[in-house]
């Protein structure tokens, strides 16, 4: 609990990191990494929001600490219909084995799932259709364990409409090398425009 300060007393140090840990008490808490790049990708270095102008590949350096245990990235994104590949990355270098999917994909009103193994990377079916939301969990990427995700999202043209291009999709993720990650390096088969952000989750 965070204690009044009274009127006309100095804020110290201590006072401030009181309010400092309470806000990391939230459960989830917006991230600022170190760094970004990619053609058409930028960061706010006060908000850590990183925006995407025809973007079709975001490599993420700096995100992953041991200030949380787990992490949440979102993508709020309209562009070509396309699909994505996901490579976790440490000190600048992805790793390109050892990663598992397993997934649900319902279009329209068709159903499918399936499970593939031991892959490069997460490479994802994408989104049929232009207009596109999805939310990556991610489980303590920056230790030296192997690291699980569990994605969700889908897409809709704008306007919306009845299609068996419609899609959304639930996955479960796994990644096999105990190896502590600080970045993620995201791949669009196709140029995107949206937001993308990360947060630490207590």
């Known amino acids: 609990m ?4 009274a009127v006309g007393e100095k804020v110290r140090a201590a006072k401030v990191n009181e309010l400092v840990d309470l806000v990391n008490l939230i459960g989830m808490v917006g991230v600022i990494p ?3 790049a990619g053609t058409g990708v930028a960061r706010d270095a006060t ?16 995100a992953f600490t041991s200030a949380f245990r787990n992490y949440r990235i979102v993508l709020d994104s309209a562009g ?3 699909t994505h590949a996901f490579y976790l990355r440490a000190s600048g270098t992805n790793s390109i084995e050892g990663y598992d999917n397993t997934e649900l994909v319902a279009r329209n009103a068709t159903v ?57 999709v639930s996955r479960y993720l796994s990644h096999r090398p105990t190896t502590a990650y600080d970045g993620l390096v995201i791949e669009f088969s196709a140029a995107q425009t949206g937001v993308l952000r990360v947060y630490g989750l207590q």
Do not use: C, E, K, Y
């Open 47 to 62: 908000t850590g929001v990183i925006s995407l102008t025809n973007a079709t590949t975001v490599t993420i350096d700096g």
């Open 2 to 5: 965070v204690t009044r300060v």
């Open 112 to 168: 499918t799932s399936s499970t593939v193994l031991n892959q490069a990377g997460w490479l994802l079916l994408g989104w049929a259709q232009t207009d596109a939301a999805w939310t990556l969990d991610l489980f303590n990427p920056q230790l030296a364990l192997p690291t699980r995700a569990i994605m969700a999202g889908g897409s809709h043209a704008n306007p919306a409409a009845v299609s068996t291009a419609n899609g959304f």
């Open 80 to 82: 070509t219909a396309a």
């Open 34 to 36: 170190t760094s970004v």
